[in-house]
Every structure is written in C-alpha cells, then in structure tokens.
C-alpha cells in the first residue's frame, strides 16, 4: 500500500529552493540562467520568511456535521 | 517437650522455616496490589510489597524472571503472581519470589493486546515500508485527542513555542471509555476528508491500561494505517506502549514529544532560510565579478586585434603623407615667390620707370592711349603727364610743327 503524501506550498517552496541553489551552486549555468535563479530564490525566501514572521499562533476546531460534512470554528 | 540441648542457632531455625515453607507452599498463585515497589537499577532485580486490606508479604522477582514483562508494575496496580514462599534466612523475613506476574483483572485485555498485536505484525501493518514520511516542513497541524485534556494543553504549548506559524486544527474527541475508539476512527477519517493538516498528532495523557485501551483497539488501528496524513501517537507516558503507537508513523513516549517531532523549530527554519540567502547572494557575487574579469581580458584581447591595428596604422600613414604634402607645398610656394621677386625686378628693369626717372614723361589722353603725335588730341583738350613718381594735367594750347 503506497500512500504518497502531497506536499504543501510551503514545503514546494523550500524544495524548489533547495534545487536552485544545488544547480547555482553546481557552476554550471550561464550568469543569465543564475541570475534567473537568483531572482526566483529571492522570492521564495521571501515568502518563506513572511509566512514564518507571521507568527500568532492559530488553533481552530475541526468538527464532524451530522451529513457526514465538517466545518471548523475558531476558539480562543 | 525438648531439651536445652536441642537449643537452635538463629541461623539454623531460619533454615529450618525456609526449608518447611519451601516444601510446603510452593507453585502458588497470590494476588493483591503493588506498593513500595522498586526495581533495583544495577541488578535488574525487582522489590515490592503484595498487600490487601488486612496485610502484605514481601516480595522479589528476579531479573531472569521479570526481563520480559510486558508492562512495568507499579505501585497501586493490581496483580496475581505465581510463585513460591520462601524465607531471607538474613533477616528471618517471610517473601515471596516470584516467577510470573501478570495484571489483575486486565488478564483477558492483555490477551486481547497479544493477540490483536501479533494479527497485525502478521499483516504486516507494523512493516517500516508503509511508515509515510513525517513532513519536515508542516504548515498546519492536527490534533486529535481530548479538547479538554492536559495533553492538549501540553501539545497547544510545545507548538507553540516552537513553531508558532504553524496552525493547529484540534478534533477533540473521548479518549476513553464507550464510544471513544469510534469518535477517534471518525476524528482521523475527518482530517483526511479535510486535508489541510501534514501531520496528525494523536494522543492523550497517561492512565490505567484500561484508560489507555482505545489506543489497542483494532479499529483504531486499522484506521491509522489508512490514514493517507501522517501519524504521530503520543500515549499516556514513557513506558506505555499501545498498538496505536506500533501502527503510527512515529511514536514518541508522550502526546508533548509527539508535539516535538511534528514541528521544526521556527528559529532554525529562519536560519536555514537566511543561509540560503548568503549562499546565492554570493554565487552570483562571485560571478558577476567572474564576468567581469572575462570582459577585461576580452576587452584587452580585442584590442590587440588587427582590424584596430591596421586602422591605427593607415591613420598614421595618413598623417605622414600630410606632413610630406604640406611640406613640399611649402617649398614649392617659397620657391615660386622667389621666382617673382626675380621675374618683378626684371620686370621693372625692362619698364618705363627707369627712363621716367631719368626725367622723361609719358602723355596719356583721357582714353588711356598714349599720345604719339600731336594730331592725336584737340586744342584744349586735356590730357595727362605721367612722371617717375607722380604726374600732372596738362592742356594742348598749339601744335609744334617743327621740332
């Protein structure tokens, strides 16, 4: 039984991440190519960091509908 | 009735009992509950007191015989031992060894427990091949285990404080007692539907074996491994090991563990992030600079090229015609304004000025023509007498016939 797990955005961001600065760091690539890279890095860092500054924690409840749904609440 | 010559020893009576005994009250079982219990951390032996509410009776249980227990005796719990009665001669104290000790009362749970776990070994449900990776980034994270519980507040902390970016979705359900295996397959079920959370932490504080019991149920089993989100349990304490935490993708000793390996420090991962940063920032640093030097070698090479050569050369070429064009212009031109100055004094040599000079001067009418005879103007006409430096007007009054 495989069960392949889907990745979120955040995680997406990191791999990609992680790649660009593996083909950067290979010295294979044209100035343009990495310079492209570079540019996508800096963005995603970007993202990354802003979404890990955001930093209130948020917990809400999941809850099961009677028609075999859910809905989620906020508390606190 | 005996002598004082059959006067024991301390040592001998002793001996005497714990042989007595020993034949006497041997392969016994006894139950009762388990105090003052210790379990001797170099010898591995184990020492406690079996009580009820009128007495007690010491106990041991060697290492040999307590290596494999499936659970760890403690005080209060309920136990029947199987057994033989003996005597430490030492201290003239009446004691139990023990050589099988099983919980009270739970005898048939821990069959179930045995019987459930080697089912599942056996369908392979325990197998590390179907361990799902735990997601080392997660952005929510799930919780299933009672709202109201310490081992929420707990799991609400831990997170918290190490990853307060993470959202958390709590699905609070009974954690024991009726119902409660079913609201957890229902809780589990609920966070695949939903699917927002990477990871699910499932869990509850520590308890009775029986408190525990929903975590051994096979429903809750099965549906932990269905679950397509990754399971963490986390379930009463330490030393409780419950099917769910056999099946789970990780198990950690207890429901704030579980909150430790579900999320990644925020500190490092903003480490990480700023890491990377510096090491792309210098990639391109270094080749940009890289680029530069090419461009100046190229650049130096270029104009070492022909092309600029030649054009430098034909230039001063040029330049070097013009110099020889204008020089000789000039000797041509000195040489010519010598020749007039030569021509001009001939010239004036050959001219009318020399005889002017010498007092003669030379009549011109008003046409301009020279006056060769007299005939050649009227009588008062006038007309002009160039001299030697200067000259006048003069008027015919007569002819001159005879000179």
Request: hydrophobic share 35%.
């Amino acid at each position: 039984m495989s069960k392949e797990r889907e990745k979120n955005d955040f995680e997406r961001s990191i791999d990609r991440l992680e790649k660009l600065v593996d083909n950067m760091e290979s010295g294979e690539a044209s100035l343009e190519q990495n310079l492209s890279w570079f540019e996508e890095g800096m963005d995603l860092i970007r993202l990354c960091q802003s979404h890990l500054t955001d930093a209130e924690q948020r917990v809400q409840r999941l809850i099961k509908k009677n028609d075999h749904g859910f809905e989620i609440q906020e508390i606190e | 009735m005996s002598h004082y010559q059959d006067c024991l020893t301390v040592s001998k009576l002793n001996t005497r009992i714990r042989n007595l005994l020993e034949s006497k009250i041997s392969d016994i079982w006894v139950k009762g509950e388990i105090s003052n219990f210790h379990h001797h951390p170099s010898s591995g032996h184990m020492y406690f007191t079996l009580k009820d509410g009128g007495s007690e009776i010491r106990c041991t249980m060697f290492r040999m015989n307590n290596l494999h227990l499936k659970f760890i005796p403690n005080d209060g719990m309920e136990v029947r031992l199987f057994g033989m009665v003996t005597v430490y001669e030492k201290r003239g104290q009446v004691q139990l060894k023990v050589g099988v000790m099983e919980p009270l009362g739970l005898g048939d749970l821990f069959k179930s427990f045995e019987a459930l776990k080697q089912t599942l070994e056996k369908e392979g449900l325990f197998d590390a091949k179907h361990k799902k990776e735990i997601p080392p980034y997660p952005k929510n994270v799930g919780v299933l285990t009672s709202g109201s519980g310490a081992a929420f507040k707990d799991v609400l902390n831990v997170l918290n404080r190490r990853a307060s970016h993470i959202g958390v979705l709590l699905c609070s359900v009974k954690v024991q007692g009726e119902g409660s295996s079913e609201e957890v397959v229902e809780g589990i079920e609920l966070f695949n539907q939903e699917k927002s959370v990477d990871v699910i932490i499932i869990g509850r504080g520590g308890g009775s074996i029986e408190d525990l019991w929903t975590f051994n149920e096979e429903v809750v089993a099965r549906s932990i491994f269905n679950s397509n989100i990754p399971i963490i349990s986390g379930v009463g304490h330490e030393t409780d090991f419950t099917i769910a935490d056999f099946v789970s993708d990780l198990r950690a000793p207890t429901p704030s563990a579980a909150a430790e390996l579900a999320v990644p420090l925020r500190e490092d991962l903003i480490l990480g992030l700023t890491n990377e940063k510096t090491k792309i920032l210098r990639i391109i640093q270094n080749q940009m600079e890289q680029r530069w030097l090419f461009f100046d070698q190229i650049e130096k090479r270029v104009s070492n090229q022909r092309p600029l050569r030649k054009i430098e050369m034909q230039k001063r070429a040029v330049s070097q015609i013009h110099q020889r064009l204008s020089l000789a212009v000039d000797a041509k031109k000195s040489f010519f304004s010598e020749q007039l100055n030569h021509l001009s004094k001939q010239l004036s040599n050959l001219g009318p000025n020399q005889v002017l000079e010498r007092g003669y001067a030379i009549p011109i009418d008003q046409k301009g023509r020279v006056i060769r005879n007299s005939e050649q103007i009227a009588l008062g006409e006038s007309f002009r007498l160039n001299m030697a430096k200067d000259g006048l007007i003069a008027k015919k009054t007569s002819d001159i016939k005879d000179n």
